[in-house]
């Protein structure tokens, strides 16, 4: 029995670690490119083993950071000059914001939901067939949106408001994509709480505000991470609606990882790894730094009575 | 002040009605039981009173004020739930604090007042733990030290004990009838355990079906009772229930049924009705004699300083004696039966309702 035992567990981990090769490789080869030199990029047979193989370089990352020697392919010859240091500025603060508000709307909302059945008994239901609309159908519409809205709000207020091509504007539309998930994964986590705990505060002076703040949210906190977490990357990698709806002037790491290609070259490869590295690394610090909340936060039912 | 009135309180659910008309006079520092079995509308009316629900209509006055319409946090409660709810991210200390900052006590203050109150129910050296790694008995000390440290006039429990095991709920009765009587408030008290009703309380609350049957101190409740549903509710084992004829000749009454014949003196003349006869196990008597009744002892569960006879009389099921532990009796002995006189009641068979009292 117990050999028996040995040689599941031998096969299990082997399919485990197979298929974590499988998964694992693309990254590899991804962070192993922004290391090369233009040569190695696409050479066959392909190039494995670094200081054997190809010699590392920086190269490709002091292009994207813009410091040092940028080597024979100069930033004058991409099409544009393109700055990954804007480029994660505008990444982070958009994703942030929209992030911390879609959560913090959507817990509330879930709450409501919960708690007073807002909306009616469908209402999760209906709120979720708004994401199974795919994002390219909305695109142009909204485009179209984004484009008249400045010259309704001069009509009505007087003023001009820009969405399109704005921080804000992004911002909304990230808030509004990702609330419906939001929604949905804090409900699971605002219906585990029990109701006497709010009760129990009411009774206790608190105001229902105060009871959310102090009781519900605390209790939640695991799955409001982990539903951060989610909605981060969702909106980090985000794309389509980034390339419609913003630029030149506001510009996201994945649009203009997609803009890193020289007319002279093609594909910019080296360059576009780099990139692709640098944009992975908040997502896995942010894994790490939430792993002790992903674990609570993914066995739902984590509240102990 | 803190008596609290209930007056006409309906509590509707959909169609289904939890409360039919409750209206109840609870005196400042009482302690009430409300007590009945699961559905019978007790807890539903303790919410009515927290304001964790609105009554359909009706009224909750506590002290002079109508305080219906008034959030739960206004009417100055302190209420224990059955779940205990203690705050499970908050260790003991901010649990029992908690009441204190919601109302922005200055913080010296709090920590004294949380001590202090820690001492009275001997929590102290549990202050820095998470409600998760309490034992029952300790979660429930710290769900009462968090109610106290308001001193609210009135407490509201809602079966507190239900979690704890047989031997702690009973040192906990004593311990909480002890608080009640320190303390001076109002208790309020919602149980289905007509133990824990009969020991506490200074009076009990009988619900049944989203109804008050009877109020009443438990010794009244319990000899006394007002219709057959309380009769049969208090006591272990239960009441024996009789059922039977009554005529009366204008000179005495008659009681009878196939297994059993009583005379009772007084009494009008009266057509024969049918009737319930109520009587408890240690008001019926084993006699050597043949008077009254003949009966099989068909079953016996020795408590130690008293025995349950389960006797065959010829009636329907057993009827239920209780006798000194020291009585030699053995399955299969025949003996008559004599029931207390004065402590037999009668209920109309189809209402109920006790009769002849």
Partial sequence: MIRRRHVFAIVRHALLLAWTLVVLFPIGWMVMTSFKDAGDWVSWPARWVPFVDFEPTLMNYRQIFHFGDTGALRREQTEQAYNIWKATFDSVVIVTVASVVSLLLGSTLAYAISRFRTGGPNYPYTVLTIRMLPPIVVAIPLLIYYASLPEAFTWLLGRRVEFFDTYYGLTLLYIVTTLPYVIWMMLAFIDEVPRELEHAARLMGASRLATIRKVVFPLVASGMAVTLLFVFILNWSEFLLALTLSQPKVLTLPVLLNKFQSAVEGRLYGPQAAIGTVVTIPVVVLGFLIQKHLVKGFSFGMIRR | MSAVRLDGIVKRFGATEAVRGVSLDIADGEFVVFVGPSGCGKTTTLNIIAGLESPTSGDVYIGPDRVTDWEPRD?????????????????????????????????????????????????????????????????????????????????????????????????????????????????????????????????????????????????????????????????????????????????????????????????????????TLGVRPEHVRLTR?????????????????????????????????????????????????????????????????????
């Fill in chain 2, 75 to 275: 009417r100055n409660l302190g209420m224990v739930f059955q779940s205990l709810a203690l705050f499970p991210h908050l260790t003991v200390f901010d649990n029992i604090a908690f009441p204190l900052r919601i109302k922005q006590a200055p913080a010296a203050s709090i920590a004294e007042r949380v001590r202090a109150v820690a001492a009275t129910v001997k929590v102290t050296h549990l202050l820095d733990k998470k409600p998760g790694t309490l034992s029952g008995g300790e979660a429930q000390r710290v769900a009462l030290a968090r109610t106290i440290v308001v001193q609210p006039a009135v407490f509201l429990m809602d079966e507190p004990l239900s979690s704890l095991d047989a031997k702690l709920r009973v040192d906990m009765r004593t311990e909480l009838k002890r608080l009640h009587a320190s303390l001076g408030a109002t208790f309020i008290y919602v149980t289905h355990d007509q133990a824990e009703a009969m020991t506490m309380a200074d009076r009990i609350v009988v619900m049944h079906q989203g109804r008050v049957q009877q109020v009443g101190p438990p010794l009244v409740i319990y000899g006394d009772p007002a219709n057959r549903f309380v009769a049969g509710f208090f006591g272990v084992p239960a009441m024996n229930f009789i059922e039977g004829e009554l005529r009366g000749d204008g000179d005495g009454m008659v009681f009878e049924s196939p297994a059993v014949r009583l005379e009772l003196k007084g009494g009008e003349a009266t057509s024969p009705r049918a009737v």
């Fill in chain 2, 289 to 357: 004699e043949s008077t009254g009744g003949r009966a099989t002892v068909n079953l016996l569960e020795p408590l130690g300083d008293e025995t349950l006879v389960f006797l065959d009389y010829g009636g329907a099921g057993s009827l239920v004696a209780k006798v000194d532990a020291e009585d030699p009796l053995a399955v299969g002995d025949r003996r008559g039966f004599t029931f207390r006189r004065d402590r037999i009641v009668f209920f109309d068979t189809t209402t109920g309702e006790r009769i002849l009292k």
